[in-house]
């Protein structure tokens, strides 16, 4: 391997692994907001026709049998399967857990927030030393409104790979915004790999700063020399 080959395949990396919302040099310190929570109207109204349907459609049969006409092929059918076979039959275990995790996952689905693609904001003003924003504040709270704030996960993406495409030296980048973590990579065509890596480290510190998250995701950085690029 010549030395152009290992200059394209050099990378130079910086990961942050410490909690969320504790980057040094952040002056806000972590302000504890809580996650949307999703209406979730369209998945409740399907599930309450599913059981409106299968429960009209087994009163209509339990009512027609009550007046003497034949049951429904598919209930006659079920019942002798329940009948004839075990509990420990294979089908039936399988149905049960199949029923049993259908289950949970909709209680899991009612008790979480949902909306993961949206990151909560820090509301005007929070944290010390807010001043006018936090008597602001105060005055909105006093007279009961609620002002909350939240950015979706994609375009905050897009936003800090602006910022990252500014950086001198930077091709192309990408960044994968998460709720808990930051993941920046971006192809170098020109500079060192370490002197690009600290100014896009400090460009999306600073983009990070003004998106004005509650809670401040760890950021990681990749560099790495484009292949196109010469010497």
Known sequence: MNTDQKMRQSTSASAYGGRAGTDAGDGDP????KRFWSARRVPAGIVALAVFAVSGLLLYDVAAVRSGRPAMRWREWLADQLAARPLDDPWIMSGAALLAALGVWMVV???TPGLRGLLPM???GAGAGAGAGAEKDVEEAEAGVAVRAGIDRTSAGLVL???AMEVPGVRSARVDVGRR???ARALAHFRDLDEVRADLDTALHEGIHQ???ARRPALSVR???SAK???
């Open 122 to 124: 820090r509301s005007p």
């Open 211 to 213: 998106l004005g998250l």
């Open 30 to 33: 972590p302000v504890r907001a």
């Open 223 to 225: 560099v790495r020399r």
């Open 109 to 111: 689905l009612a008790l």
């Open 229 to 231: 690029s010469k010497g």
């Open 181 to 183: 973590r930051i993941r």
């Open 161 to 163: 790979r602006d910022r």
